[in-house]
Each structure stands twice: as C-alpha cells, then as structure tokens.
C-alpha cells in the first residue's frame, strides 16, 4: 500500500490494478518513472540527480575558474612549441611603421551594438607578436571560439589588398569600456558617458590597465621565471582567453587566461574594475611541470632613464624621463620602504627580504607635468602599479632589476616577487592578489594595516630624491619629505637636526649631513665619502628616540667600474 501511495502522489489519476495483466497495461512512461525513482532511491541519489533522471533536464554546464584549470591540467601532457609555421610570410617580417598599416575597424568589436558596458577589440598577428592566441566568449556558462576575421582590419599601404585566411588566429585583445567614476559623473548631470580603451593584452604574458586619468606606461605580467640569472629567461605566453559576456549594468569584467611555458602551465582569472583608481583581481594556480631556479610573482615591468640627480640625455631638455620613480614595499610589520629608481650601466639585482608581505609597487611619485615638460609623453600621468595579495603569499621577498637602457623606448625596469623556495615539477601553487591602478601610493594602506592606527601613514613619505657623485668617490644625497599630515610636519622647527638621521651604509663615512625645514617639506642634506671605486648600500630614515619619522629610504651608490653583482638587503 505504501507503493501505491507514493504511486498515486505523483500521478493523481493512478488507479490500483486488480491484476497483473492490469499493472502490464499501464502507463509505460509511468512505470518506467516508477523503477527510476525506485533504483535511485536505493543508491541514496540527491533529489537533484532524481528531477533531473525524470525530466531529462540536466544542470548547465557554468565556465568558470576551475573549467580553466581543468584546461591546464590537459595541457601538462603537451609541450608548448614555440615555433611559428603558420604565419604568412607578409606577416614574419613586419617591422613597427609596416605593423601600424593594419588598423582595426572599431565597429568590428565584440558586443559593439549590444548596449552593454564592455567591447572586446581582437589584435592582429605580426611585428613583435607573432604567436596565436584563441579567444573565446562565455555567455550563460558556454564557451564559443571567436574566430579571426580578415574583415576587422583595414590592411593600409603596401598591405593594401591582402586578404588573411580565418585561420590566422589572434595576437591579443584589448578591453573598451566605460570608467565607474565617469559613469557616476554623467548620471549626476543627465548625460551619456562614452567607453575608452581600459585595458590591453598583447605579448607574452604582458597586460597593461588604466585608471580614468592615465596614459600607458608600466605594464605587468602574469608570471616571471628565472629572471635575472646567468642563462636566458623563459618568458610564457598567454596562449587562450576567455571573456564572460557582461550584464548591461556590469561595473566590473570577468576574464580568464591559459598561461604556458616549458616549465609551468597556469591557470588566471582576472576582475577588472574600471575607475579614478582601477583594480584588477587576480586568482592564479600554477602548475610546475620542469624544475624552476626562480619563480617571480606578480610582475612588474617600467622604464626609467633620468631624473633625480641623473642629466639629461644630450641635447633633450626635459628634466625627467620616467614611466615610475621608485620602488615601494610594505611589511605586515607596519614597515615602508621607498628605493629610488636609477639607470646603471651594467644589470644590477636587488633583493630585499620581506617577513610578511603587504605589497609592492612601482610609484611615479612625482605628479608635476613640469617636472617632465613632456606634452606628448605625459609621464605626469603614468599609472602608479601596486600588487596586494589577498591572502599570505609563501615566504619570499621583493627583487628589482634594472638594466642599461638608450632610449626611453626600451623598459629597463622590472620587479617581482621571488618566493624562497618555489614549486617543483609536480607541484602547483595557488595565490590571489589584487592590483591598484593608481596616482600614486599617498591614499594607499594595505588591507593588513589596521587604518585605525595612526602610526603607519603618519610617517612622512619622500616624494624628492636626488642623488648624484660630485667628484670620485663623494657621494651627494639630497631629500625632500613631504610632511602633511606627518608627525615629521608637526615637530618644532628648532628639533629638526641631524641627530634624527640614521644612515647605516657598508664602505662609507658621512662627510656633512643636515636636516632643515621649507615651505614644501622637511630637506635632508648627506654629503657622503666612500672608498674608491666601491658601491655602497644605503639605508637611511629619521628617527626621533623610538618613533619613525620617515619611511625607509634605500639606495645604492654605484660607481661607474663597479662590476655586475647581486646584493641583498
């Protein structure tokens, strides 16, 4: 009887048969349900798997970060070839002004006459970027390949005429979309705001975003291995992306990227929200399939030729020629540390240990466009790239690299951080971060430093750095805090001396120091002597007893015959 309860609950017009000829003639789709539910029953299946064993209805596949692990997974048992067969021939040889004659018709772009927030502009093979790249669009959870399209791009000059297969592929996108802030401004004044180009990704495993008032000009990258070492970097490739199709009222969009290298295969996802300050999420899992000397997280690419104490190049009359003017790092510990940017004449490596990472950067301090008289450049304007883990990053420290640059055109800079004892082959490793797109570091405090307290951005910031060797073996150090804000700005003028330096440096004497007040700031004055033809470490800051007056202010004097050698701090 109970079977026949459960029967007639489901099927009101169920009547009991008085036979078994009965039960033979009934219902065959009823009965049929009638064994289904009776077998999954007794394997203890969810509710679920039971609605979906009747209707034939399954649940939507959803594309998601861990599809794209799965991807990475797959691609451990391929090695990557680098090698590309596939190009045409017009294409190989393509130098930057030929690259430039192949324009992409904007009207062309994904989700163009959608009404939506975001528009995905695809690349072109060639020049520097020849590798293939597959591009796909998520919507309702599904994956489609976006195929390359001849029509997108009107071929100019000697191209003029040329016609690609669909089977070129792509070399990367960039992103168009609308900033939150203008959004916000124009809804204020009843108008309509337009999109602007966000973000682009193009090359290796390069990407660059913008803040609502920025120009390009450093980049970041999705991983660095063995960088800096005494045999050739291994640069890996985003080789797939994925773009979630946006809401019409989406303020952020949602991407993923298949990284892959001989050694490493990864797995990203990015959150790109566009602003005043933009901010990038970034979820990685990387997969280690070789073993790896160095492995760099989060990094950094900028370009640095002179200010700060360095001339100009002959003949050019801009004072400053920077895409960041300094190196920042936070500790968990409340510690800061601001090391001035300079261009050697031979590679120099920094390692600088950290206990507990908050973050790192690349800073243009120095927002003045007179400082630069660069109308063209707008150097004023290059984004501030701070990286902030979301979660505890493995032990490790921050590593910066500078190297020997002739012209701007060339990034000379770069920073990453290098874990102390990265993944072996096996192995994989998972971290999230996030990336601030901003002016500069004056407003930013790491989530890990409590705002609450007052000690941390009380500490004034040196936003002026000019350094130069007056004559052989003499050093010149002059600095500018800026003190707003600062327990530095509210000291009594007659307190400020030098007893509130503290230098501590490995091969040199101080020769005349001085510490004074202006209408700008607090000036420090170092006047420094050190042994011929020897570099020096510096770390400088002031102090009052117990209490940091300043950050930390690090530097390394380099004497032009000095030889290429690491250091740590």
Avoid at 76 to 101: A, I, K
Avoid at 243 to 259: I, M, T
Avoid at 454 to 481: D, K, M, T, Y
Wanted: with cysteine; proline share 6%.
């Amino acid at each position: 009887m109970e079977r026949v309860r459960f029967a007639n609950s489901l099927n009101s017009t169920f009547q009991p048969a008085a036979s078994l000829q009965g039960i033979l003639r009934m219902n065959g789709f009823f009965l049929r349900s009638c064994f289904v539910f009776a077998f999954l029953l007794g394997s203890c299946w969810p509710m679920t798997a039971i609605a979906e064993a009747i209707t034939g209805k399954s649940k939507a596949p959803k594309f998601d970060f861990q599809s794209v692990c799965d991807v990475a997974e797959q691609r451990l048992l391929t090695p990557l070839n680098r090698r590309v067969y596939d190009l045409p021939c017009e294409l190989v040889g393509l130098d930057y002004d030929s690259w430039r004659y192949i324009a992409y018709q904007v009207h062309s772009a994904i989700w163009r006459y959608d009404g939506l927030p975001y528009q995905v502009e695809t690349g072109h093979r060639g020049y520097l970027f020849l590798h293939r790249v597959q591009l796909n669009e998520v919507n309702q959870g599904l994956a489609e390949e976006l195929p390359f399209d001849p029509k997108a791009f009107e071929y100019r000059g000697w191209l003029n005429g040329f016609r690609f297969p669909r089977t070129l592929g792509h070399s990367g996108w960039k992103l168009v979309g609308k900033f939150n802030d203008e959004r916000r401004e124009a809804a204020k004044l009843g108008k309509e705001v337009f999109g602007r180009e966000v973000a682009s990704f193009l090359g290796s495993s390069y990407f660059r975003v913008l803040g609502s008032k920025h120009v390009y000009g450093s980049s970041a990258r999705g991983l660095a291995i063995d960088c800096a070492m005494t045999h050739a970097e291994e640069f890996p490739l985003f080789t797939e992306y994925w773009f979630e199709r946006p809401s019409k009222d989406a303020k952020q969009f949602r991407c993923w990227a298949l990284l892959e290298s001989e050694r490493v295969v990864g797995a990203y996802q990015f959150d790109i929200t566009p602003d005043i300050n933009t901010t990038m999420d970034v979820r990685a899992k990387l997969y280690v399939r070789g073993k790896i000397g160095k492995l760099g997280l989060a990094p950094i690419t900028s370009m640095w030729m002179w200010g700060g104490g360095t001339a100009p190049a002959e003949g050019d009359k801009r004072p400053e020629v920077h895409d960041a003017d300094g190196l920042l790092i936070y500790g968990s510990d409340n510690s800061r540390l601001w090391r001035p940017l300079s261009r050697p004449s031979i590679p120099i490596v920094n390692h600088y240990s950290v206990p507990g990472l908050s973050a790192f950067g690349l800073v243009q301090r120095n927002r003045d466009a007179k400082r630069y008289g660069d109308s063209e450049a707008l150097y004023h304007r290059r984004p501030t790239i701070i990286i902030e883990p979301k979660k505890a990053w493995p032990a490790g420290g921050v590593e910066l690299l500078r190297l020997p640059a002739p012209h701007e055109g060339i990034d000379n800079v770069g920073a990453f951080y290098l874990l102390k004892d990265p993944p072996q082959e096996g192995e994989s490793l998972e971290v999230e971060y996030r990336i601030h797109l901003c002016d500069d570091d004056k407003t930013f405090v790491p989530k890990t430093i409590s705002t609450a307290s007052h000690e941390h951005p009380r500490r004034a910031r040196f936003v002026e750095s000019n350094v130069c060797e007056v004559e052989p073996g003499v050093w010149q150090i002059n600095l500018r805090a800026e003190c707003k804000h600062t327990a530095l700005g509210e000291m009594e003028e007659s307190k400020l001396n030098a007893d509130l330096i503290v230098l501590w440096n490995e091969f040199g004497r101080i020769v005349a120091q001085s510490v004074t007040k202006s209408p700008k700031g607090v000036e420090v004055s170092i006047r420094l002597q050190l042994e011929p033809d020897q570099a020096s470490e510096l770390l400088f800051r002031l102090r009052n007893g117990d209490d940091d007056l300043t950050e930390m202010w690090s530097y390394r004097c380099e004497p032009s015959s000095q030889l290429a050698r690491e250091e740590s701090t």
